[in-house]
């Protein structure tokens, strides 16, 4: 067998593992994976758990399992990891009060999206929506946090997004200002996320997230839109919410109905399902129409440089038709030539991947 062979079957092994102990911890296969591991398998599974942002589930996970198991030298691995990884967390949370803090001092409204979503843990930038003018959120990061702002892309300049450094934060703060969407097309939905927040407590700081609803049309907008791929914590975050039976489906419909996304919104859960049914043997308790909805299911994911692979061509290609045909039924004309813009956007960002190693510029 080929090395790339043997580190791609490593690391599908890998994200089984992680799968199995977050979906379905208590299984003879999981428990003969842990007792195999060794320290460079483990820093392995560390690496792949950051990357999906499930760390701290996941070595939690594996903590509770040699505990029981008396591992000791194991058990001692996934603290030190954990300590490491729960002291970034807490960093960037106290600087993500900070921020939110800022905006509202100034009369500046603001939503953090995203970040949150996978509380334990935490992604790799810190993300926020506001209606405020991008010329005042510039002010407010460079004059309240000596921010610099990050080279942007064109497909940024398109989404309304803007990075900001700051120094001393390792995490880049990523702003959305009026637009949602990777051509920035989803203006009506985006301006309603504010005014439909709700406020969360996080260790002792209070932050307005989207509601139940918004929060899964934003993981569609990124997963089945924009990105292609799922993050095991996006699967694990849905799943959760619906297995609370915090999902108002009637809300959803009507929600993602509007920003002309509802069939990328039922192909969302119906794969998160899917993959859920994998390692419970049973999927999420979804509504029929939600099934009837979905354009394609689990069986079309794969895994593939560390995620899970939604393919682009026929399945994604549709959906994206979908938004577009939707767009313009409803005249909304200046979406729609956004969205219009995507084909050349992602043709550019392959074209520039091939020759430079690098999307970036474009994507």
């Known amino acids: 067998m080929m090395p790339d062979a043997l580190l791609f079957r490593s690391a599908a092994e890998n994200m089984s593992a992680l799968s199995r102990l977050l979906l379905q911890p208590r299984s003879e296969k999981t428990a003969a994976f842990l007792q195999s591991l060794d320290r460079t398998r483990f820093r392995d599974l560390e690496c792949l758990a950051g990357t999906n942002h499930v760390k701290v589930r996941g070595l939690q996970a594996l903590f509770d399992w040699m505990i029981d198991a008396r591992d000791q030298r194991r058990a001692e691995w996934a ?13 960037a949370v106290e600087w993500l ?6 905006f509202q001092d100034e009369g500046l409204d603001v939503t953090v999206i995203k970040s949150l979503d996978h509380w334990p843990d935490l992604g790799s930038d810190l993300d926020l929506y506001t209606n405020a003018p991008a010329a005042a959120v510039r002010d407010l990061m ?9 080279p942007r892309s064109l497909g940024d300049r398109l989404a309304g997004k803007w990075n900001f450094v700051i120094p001393g934060l390792p995490e880049p703060v990523e702003v959305h200002a009026g637009r ?5 097309e989803q203006v009506a939905f985006a301006s309603r996320l504010p005014a439909r927040a709700r406020v969360i407590d996080i260790e002792g700081h209070r932050f307005r997230v ?11 907008l990124q997963r089945m839109y924009r990105h292609f791929y799922f993050r095991l ?15 108002d489906y009637a809300d959803l419909l009507a929600t993602a109905q509007a920003a002309g996304v509802w069939e990328g919104t039922a192909t969302y859960l119906a794969i998160v399902s899917d993959y859920v049914q994998r390692f419970r043997g049973k999927g999420l308790d979804l509504p029929v129409f939600v099934r009837e909805s ?9 895994f593939a440089r560390d995620f899970l692979r939604v393919p682009i061509v026929p399945q994604s290609a549709g959906l994206y038709r979908t938004q577009l045909a939707e767009m313009l039924r409803r005249r909304e004309l200046r979406g729609g030539a956004r969205l219009g813009l995507l084909p050349w956007l992602a043709t550019a960002a392959a074209l520039g991947q091939k020759m430079t190693g690098s999307d970036k510029g474009v994507w």
């Not at 460079?142 to 990050?150: E, I, Q, V």
């Not at 949602?180 to 920035?184: F, P, S, Y």
């Not at 914590?233 to 999902?247: E, P, R, T």
């Open 294 to 302: 979905a354009r394609f299911g689990g069986d079309d994911v794969y």
């Open 79 to 91: 603290i030190v990891a954990l300590a490491e990884e729960r002291a970034r967390i807490a960093r």
């Open 142 to 150: 460079t004059r309240r946090f000596d921010a610099t702002l990050a």
């Open 97 to 102: 009060s900070s921020v939110c803090a800022a």
């Open 180 to 184: 949602l969407g990777q051509t920035g």
């Open 233 to 247: 914590c996006d699967v694990v975050d849905s799943a959760s919410l619906v297995d609370a039976g915090a999902v």
């Open 210 to 220: 989207p509601s139940v609803t918004d929060r899964l049309i934003v993981s569609t």
